[in-house]
């Protein structure tokens, strides 16, 4: 097991980075980004993602983190949600949308993992062993 010294450093983080990054191109390369209620909205949740597993780190205890943790698994659900409408307006294939629901699931279930890691371990404050 690796020490986790900062956020960065956590595969669920940088996994909800390459998902942010992904509905960015799709944004850029299609209309969504002129449908912007629908846009905002998954440009947030998607963002949120992220930011709640950093925010959550930066707390500095099992509790905090698993409560920010569960945030956001919670805005990655919402995010393939949004998928769905994304797909349904067309702004992407039936190809492009199966990835990133995949990649949304993959997300999910590690996040909730960690979660479950977090519960069950002694390891206490700004520093976790990741596998």
């Given at each position: 097991m690796?020490?986790?010294?900062?956020?960065?450093?956590?595969e669920?983080?940088?996994l909800?980075r390459?998902?942010?990054k992904?509905?960015n191109?799709?944004?850029?390369?299609?209309?969504?980004?002129?449908?912007?209620?629908?846009?905002?909205?998954?440009?947030?949740?998607?963002?949120?993602?992220?930011d709640?597993?950093?925010?959550?780190?930066?707390?500095?205890?099992?509790?905090?983190f698993?409560?920010f943790?569960?945030?956001?698994?919670?805005?990655c659900?919402?995010?393939?949600?949004?998928?769905?409408?994304v797909?349904?307006?067309?702004?992407?294939?039936?190809?492009?949308?199966?990835?990133l629901?995949?990649?949304?699931?993959?997300?999910?279930?590690?996040?909730?993992?960690?979660?479950?890691?977090?519960k069950?371990s002694?390891?206490?404050?700004?520093?976790?062993?990741?596998?």
């Amino acid at each position: 097991m690796a020490t986790v010294k900062q956020f960065e450093d956590l595969e669920i983080w940088k996994l909800a980075r390459v998902l942010c990054k992904e509905i960015n191109k799709i944004a850029n390369a299609t209309g969504l980004r002129t449908d912007y209620k629908l846009y905002s909205q998954i440009d947030g949740s998607s963002g949120s993602v992220m930011d709640n597993i950093a925010e959550g780190f930066e707390r500095n205890g099992n509790k905090e983190f698993i409560q920010f943790l569960s945030i956001a698994k919670a805005s990655c659900g919402e995010t393939r949600s949004q998928l769905y409408r994304v797909l349904d307006r067309n702004y992407v294939s039936n190809d492009e949308f199966m990835v990133l629901k995949d990649q949304t699931m993959v997300l999910s279930r590690m996040i909730g993992g960690f979660m479950n890691y977090l519960k069950k371990s002694d390891l206490k404050g700004s520093k976790y062993k990741a596998d």
